[in-house]
């Protein structure tokens, strides 16, 4: 069964730092693109930032988070990291991590990717 388990959300107040992990099971997703959505209360899920099927391939990131969030691949165990700095109240949201099985090439575009983790909550405390 592939899976795809996010695990590194928390409370953190604002302007601190979190790392979140994204572990594949049942398969590698070396070969393919992978990408952070987030959810807030009563909001859509929304793009946050995705990245190619190798380190140092193209990256794609949503404004608001930009010169805070980097995303980077992981090794065997973890496919894929986002290292949020400098959090702000508006970060709190449900974050996933994705994959496009099918795809090496990252969007923005939620319906473009088809493996989902359950997610993992961030809270940033004013």
């Known amino acids: 069964q592939v899976q795809l388990v996010e695990s590194g959300g928390g409370l953190v107040q604002a302007g601190g730092s979190l790392r979140l992990s994204c572990a594949a099971s049942g398969r590698t997703f070396s070969n393919n693109a992978m990408g952070w959505f987030r959810q807030a209360p009563g909001k859509e899920r929304e793009f946050v930032a995705a990245?190619?099927?190798?380190?140092?391939?193209?990256?794609l990131y949503r404004d608001s988070v930009k010169g805070r969030f980097t995303i980077a691949r992981g090794n065997a165990n973890v496919a894929v990291f986002l290292q949020m700095n400098v959090l702000t109240p508006e970060d709190t949201a449900v974050y996933y991590c994705?994959?496009?099985?099918?795809?090496?090439?990252?969007?923005?575009?939620?319906?473009?990717?088809?493996?989902w983790g359950q997610g993992t909550q961030v809270t940033v405390s004013s």
């Open positions: 990245i190619s099927w190798r380190s140092g391939g193209k990256t």
């Open positions: 994705a994959a496009r099985t099918s795809w090496a090439i990252p969007t923005m575009n939620l319906g473009d990717y088809n493996t």
